[in-house]
């Protein structure tokens, strides 16, 4: 139940591509579900994150859709940038009553010139 | 302002050493948490404080493993009889929140641990 799947497990894409990346919990009492981005030797840095009280929330060139009924969130990066290669995590948490961050797996994206 | 720092950003430890990695929060910062982040992975919960005290300690992998931050600012988390398991880049990151009411985490660097 606390478990947060995360795919694919890596992912090339072509400059100017929109990447998809996917996410699915179980846990219906979480709500709030962030993605950070992080690159080779460096801490996870939070990209965007979204509440279940929206659909779908955009910040840049970075999209989030959230499906409360199928519990699934994912990740669009739109008009993608050899600048963006680096691994990306879903995580999710309760805003109330916890502090833990449940993370994915991680996507490790590359983004070719 | 400053982030969170880590160090040693590196580590190298023979099985059976004690180890001692620190975590410096960004200034003010009442909570702290520590994380593992095995190969490949995504980081997983070990500890969190609120100011001094230690409010969960339930992601720590064995008594081999221990925190603390005595005066709630540092903090350092010590591996005794390291293992070649403990291998994995260990996170800290610290949040101006307290538990129950959400401000956002902010990472450090991690240290590298590689057990030998």
């Known amino acids: 139940q606390q478990q947060v799947k995360q795919s694919p497990q890596s992912l090339i894409v072509q400059k100017g591509g929109i990447p998809i990346i996917n996410c699915a919990y179980e846990n219906t009492a979480f709500d709030y579900f962030p993605w950070y981005q992080q690159f080779p030797g460096k801490g996870p840095a939070l990209l965007i994150a979204i509440r279940p009280d929206v659909s779908e929330k955009k910040e840049g060139r970075f999209t989030i859709s959230f499906n409360k009924s199928a519990k699934q969130f994912s990740l669009h990066i739109m008009d993608s940038q050899p600048g963006d290669s680096a691994t990306y995590f879903c995580a999710a948490k309760k805003v109330s009553g916890t502090y833990k961050y449940i993370f994915g797996t991680g996507t490790r994206l590359k983004v070719l010139a | 302002g400053a982030g969170v720092s880590q160090s040693p950003r590196y580590k190298v430890a023979k099985r059976g050493q004690d180890v001692a990695l620190r975590c410096d929060p960004i200034s003010g910062h009442v909570s702290l948490f520590w994380y593992q982040q095995a190969l490949g992975q995504g980081p997983e919960f070990l500890t969190y404080?609120?100011?001094?005290?230690?409010?969960?300690k339930s992601g720590l992998p064995s008594d081999r493993f221990f925190a603390e931050r005595p005066e709630g600012s540092v903090s350092t988390l010590k591996i005794q009889r390291t293992q070649q398991e403990d291998s994995a880049v260990y996170l800290c990151?610290?949040?101006?929140?307290?538990?129950?009411?959400?401000?956002?985490?902010?990472f450090g660097p991690g240290t590298r641990l590689t057990v030998t």
């Open positions: 404080f609120q100011n001094e005290a230690q409010l969960d």
């Open positions: 990151a610290s949040s101006g929140g307290v538990q129950g009411v959400f401000y956002e985490q902010y």
